[in-house]
């Protein structure tokens, strides 16, 4: 079936560093989404980016169909920025196959 | 913005009651699902739901499990007779059949316990 791997699993950053999730699936893509879940479990919409590169403040988002792979940058990263980010892309009927995540730790 | 709702974010219960998940999706849009999360795994797909019918389910939704559309705006879950194992985080998220058309915007989530 359609395999969604990221990496790295964990991640501790000083607050105000940068850094870069990536995010690779086992065949072409057509749909790719970025989600940050926060400490309280809520699951928030990031990115939709199937293809090309997105910035949404301090986050931006890469994918590269034709190599399989996607990455979400975080930059000058916050507390607030801690969670666990999953990259989830759309299969065959249209249901979303999540990635195992990256939980990120940002210490102050 | 609008936003997909859920209710309530949090339940309790106990081993063998019927639970009912309840959420408003986007107003505009006609695909619904419902994804689940054990603690600390990925996030995994349940249902999805179209016109008023499945349109696909998993392994995990099994005769336990059903789905409903009862009105304009709502869009449950319900479980029969939950288990332990039921224990989890169930998120809804609907999505648009228009462009972009496959971004799928999630709900908060419902934490479900089953003591």
């Known amino acids: 079936g359609i395999q969604v791997e990221q990496s790295p699993p964990d991640l501790i950053l000083q607050e105000g560093a940068n850094s870069t999730l990536r995010c690779n699936f086992s065949d072409s893509v057509n749909n790719l989404q970025w989600f940050h879940q926060n400490p309280w479990g809520q699951l928030i919409n990031l990115f939709y980016i199937p293809s090309g590169t997105k910035q949404n403040g301090r986050l931006s988002a890469t994918t590269v169909a034709t190599e399989r792979y996607s990455l979400l940058y975080i930059s000058s990263s916050q507390t607030t920025d801690s969670g666990v980010y999953f990259c989830a892309r759309r299969t065959a009927g249209n249901k979303l196959t999540f990635g195992g995540g990256t939980r990120v730790l940002v210490k102050p | 913005e609008p936003e997909v709702t859920q209710t309530p974010s949090h339940q309790v219960t106990q081993m063998g009651q019927e639970v009912i998940l309840r959420c408003v999706p986007i107003?505009?849009?006609?695909?619904f699902y419902w994804y689940r999360q054990i603690l600390g795994q990925k996030v995994e797909f349940l249902v999805s739901?179209?016109?008023?019918?499945?349109?696909?389910k998993s392994e995990i939704f099994d005769d336990q499990f059903s789905v409903e559309r009862p009105d304009g705006s709502n869009f449950t879950l319900k479980i029969r007779s939950t288990k332990l194992e039921d224990s989890a985080m169930y998120f809804c998220?609907?999505?648009?059949?228009?462009?972009?058309?496959?971004?799928?915007?999630f709900g908060p989530g419902t934490r479900l316990t089953v003591t």
């Open positions: 107003s505009n849009h006609l695909y």
């Open positions: 998220a609907s999505r648009t059949p228009g462009r972009p058309a496959y971004e799928q915007y």
């Open positions: 739901f179209y016109n008023n019918e499945i349109s696909e």
